[in-house]
């Protein structure tokens, strides 16, 4: 991970300069600061305790680093689904935890595995030793669990 004091002296002004490794928990307390000197902002100019008002500099990162935290949580649905599906639980559960019905359920797995097998082909073709994503075979492994029925339960 990267270090605390590199990252506190970061200047935010996209997601793209949150470097990857960066927790959930840092990103959620550092736009919670720049949110609260916005808050700030609200009080009156004789408030009797000490403020440190907002800039357009602590907006702009706040909407960068909860940029940033929306892609995380979004990134990870697809690997947390199939996660759930290959432990036993059913399309009824997921689609439940989710908030959506069992067929957006199956189209978000599918979506994912579809981007996990382009991974894949993509780092093949530029000649990458061992490409990260599914093979071939695992895709259609992961795409064949879209075929089980809202109550079914994985067989081992």
Do not use: C
């Given at each position: 991970?990267t270090d605390s004091?590199?990252?506190?002296?970061?200047?935010?002004?996209r997601?793209?300069?949150i470097?990857?490794?960066?927790?959930?928990?840092?990103?959620?307390?550092?736009?919670t600061e720049?949110?609260?000197?916005?808050?700030?902002?609200?009080?009156?100019?004789?408030?009797?305790?000490?403020?440190?008002r907002?800039?357009a500099?602590?907006?702009?990162?706040?909407?960068a680093?909860?940029?940033?935290?929306?892609?995380?949580?979004?990134?990870?649905?697809?690997?947390?689904?199939?996660?759930?599906?290959?432990?036993?639980?059913?399309?009824?559960?997921?689609?439940?935890a989710?908030d959506i019905?069992?067929e957006?359920?199956?189209?978000l797995?599918?979506q994912?595995?579809?981007?996990?097998?382009?991974?894949?082909?993509?780092?093949?073709?530029?000649?990458?030793?061992?490409?990260?994503g599914?093979?071939?075979?695992q895709?259609?492994?992961?795409?064949?669990?879209?075929?089980r029925?809202?109550?079914?339960?994985?067989?081992?």
């Amino acid at each position: 991970m990267t270090d605390s004091k590199d990252l506190n002296a970061l200047q935010i002004r996209r997601p793209s300069d949150i470097p990857f490794d960066t927790t959930l928990r840092w990103k959620a307390d550092r736009a919670t600061e720049h949110a609260m000197r916005l808050f700030d902002n609200a009080l009156p100019a004789d408030f009797p305790h000490p403020v440190e008002r907002g800039t357009a500099q602590d907006a702009v990162a706040e909407l960068a680093l909860r940029e940033s935290i929306r892609q995380d949580v979004e990134n990870g649905q697809g690997t947390r689904l199939h996660t759930a599906l290959e432990l036993g639980a059913t399309w009824a559960e997921v689609a439940a935890a989710l908030d959506i019905s069992p067929e957006d359920a199956r189209a978000l797995l599918r979506q994912w595995a579809d981007g996990q097998h382009h991974l894949y082909l993509s780092e093949q073709e530029r000649g990458i030793e061992r490409p990260l994503g599914f093979t071939p075979d695992q895709h259609a492994a992961v795409v064949a669990l879209t075929e089980r029925s809202d109550d079914e339960v994985r067989t081992a």
